[in-house]
């Protein structure tokens, strides 16, 4: 029997369901429908690569543009398919147009099934003890642990690939005029071969510390694993049981395990929030927020984005996101607090922003974690906590490896002006070479003055709660 598998964020052969399912009936044709509008342009990128990757690993891939429903139609007709297969996705957008293609190929006779693979445990499986939807982190994340160890992830299967030619270039996915994508390629290794070393590197050797160590964006402690995990290169069923098989052999990797973990959580946390809640990415989760008095002004905006704020840990940050396609969480917290509260730039300016700029981008995870800093998401900081970007800096990157690598055009200073440029008598700055306003920027906005004006917007919100 032919069966069609339909590949979209789950780019891997290793603990996929439905490419076993179809592998256990015969003969397999894999497939990707490429649809332009659920990447940003970073993100195109690591597409192009990882679907090489697995194009490689399978012995082929069709590769097509255009709408799922027609080009699948089209297929299963060309191919002589009698069954389709996918694993399910969780946005908006998605499950639409699964939902549309379930039933008009179930109704023209064709064996249709999703499975259940690119999270721990699906969106509407971990309820509250009244059955309703978890929107504080914790309990959520103390229930998936009660509910017992995620299902083992599936081995490796062996393949009879029919049909498939991979015609990834005719896709377009890489920038060329000009190519700012070239510092991603020394940095990252997309597919399950790279996804794979990158956690055993993690596990074996950068994981330990991890629980505080997460935090400082001059360490290396942290996984990147993040758009391996978006493009499915892995599964999280994999990762967990990865770190279950490390923490039985080394015991003492235990609590930073269990912290590690628990992010993987925040994964579920947020793809589970905009399960529940569709319209995540263009309202605010509390709806007080929808009175905020935003900034207008574009000129900041720019600032911000091309990391010439002035402000050396936010700056590192923005130039560390464009060069490399990644940013450190605690990094990512402050350069968005300083846009939201600094600038009082809405969060959705940032959010478009980190859409085409992030290899990880996410519509779960990055609309959840912009709400959350805006104070308006669920479990969100709040409001009125603002991050003070140089007290951030001097705790996170204290000895300024970070700020360093990002801004050499401060390297030379000495550590104790480092965070904070503007307060280094003139003598100093003239030393290290660094004139303000001329080779690195004034700080675009007072801490103090910018701190009062965003709780003074605040108190609109606080009026209409
Ligand atoms: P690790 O610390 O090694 O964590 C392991 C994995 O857990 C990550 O790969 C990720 O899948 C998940 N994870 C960790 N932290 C979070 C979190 N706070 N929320 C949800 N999942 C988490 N993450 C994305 O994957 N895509 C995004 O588009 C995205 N946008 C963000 C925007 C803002 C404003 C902020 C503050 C955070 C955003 N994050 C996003 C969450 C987080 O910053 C990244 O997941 C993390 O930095 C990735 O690095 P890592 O793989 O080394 O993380």
Redesign the pocket.
């Known amino acids: 029997m032919r069966s069609l598998v339909l590949f979209r964020n789950d780019l891997r052969v290793a603990d996929n369901p439905a490419l076993t399912t179809a592998a256990a009936r015969g003969e397999v044709l894999p497939v990707f429908v490429y649809e332009p509008e659920a990447y940003g342009a970073a993100a195109k990128w690591w597409l192009h690569h990882s679907l090489t990757a697995l194009a490689q690993d399978l012995g082929g891939l069709l590769v097509r543009q255009g709408e799922p429903l027609e080009v699948i139609e089209g297929l299963v007709a060309d191919y002589g398919v009698d069954a389709v297969f996918w694993n399910r996705r969780y946005e908006p957008a998605g499950i639409a147009k699964d939902t549309e293609m379930k039933a008009a190929l179930g109704a023209a006779g064709v064996v249709v099934e999703s499975f259940p693979g690119n999270l721990l445990f699906e969106p509407w499986q971990i309820k509250t003890g009244s059955g309703g939807q978890f929107k504080v982190f914790s309990p959520f994340w103390r229930a998936c642990l009660k509910a017992g160890a995620p299902a083992a992830p599936l081995e490796r299967t062996s393949l009879a690939v029919f049909g498939a030619t991979a015609e990834i270039d005719a896709l377009d996915l890489l920038p060329t005029k000009p190519d700012w994508a070239t510092g991603f390629g020394p940095v990252w290794t997309p597919g399950e071969k790279g996804a794979w070393a990158r956690l055993e590197h993690f596990l074996s050797d950068d994981i330990k510390g991890y629980k505080t160590g997460?935090d400082r964006p001059d360490q290396t402690h942290?996984?990147?694993?993040?758009p391996h995990?978006?493009f499915g290169e892995i599964s999280p069923r994999q990762i967990w049981r990865e770190v279950q098989r490390q923490c039985a052999m080394y015991p003492s990797k235990q609590g930073d395990a269990d912290k590690?973990l628990a992010?993987?959580g925040?994964?579920e946390f947020?793809h589970q929030l905009l399960f529940h809640t569709p319209d995540l990415p263009e309202q605010n989760l509390n709806r007080a927020f929808d009175a905020y008095p935003w900034a207008d002004n574009p000129g900041h905006l720019t600032a911000w984005q091309k990391g010439k704020t002035g402000y050396p840990l936010v700056d590192a940050g923005m130039r560390e996101l464009w060069h490399t396609g990644y940013m450190?969480?605690r990094v990512?917290?402050v350069v968005?607090s300083f846009l939201i509260k600094h600038l009082r730039i809405h969060w959705k300016h940032?959010m478009n922003w980190?859409w085409d700029t992030?290899l990880?981008?996410?519509l779960a995870?990055?609309t959840?974690?912009?709400q959350?800093?805006a104070g308006s998401g669920a479990d969100a900081a709040p409001y009125f906590r603002i991050f003070n970007p140089t007290t951030q800096a001097q705790k996170f990157d204290p000895n300024g490896d970070y700020i360093r690598k990002w801004c050499p055009e401060l390297a030379a200073l000495p550590t104790k002006v480092l965070h904070a440029p503007w307060e280094a008598p003139a003598l100093v700055l003239l030393e290290a070479g660094v004139t303000l306003g001329a080779t690195y920027p004034h700080p675009i906005v007072d801490h103090k003055e910018a701190r009062a004006a965003a709780l003074a917007g605040y108190d609109t919100v606080k009026s209409a709660q």
């Open positions: 997460r942290v996984s990147r694993l993040s995990l978006h590690f992010e993987i925040w994964r947020s450190h969480n990512r917290m968005a940032g980190f992030l990880d981008a996410d995870n990055n959840a974690s912009w959350w800093v």
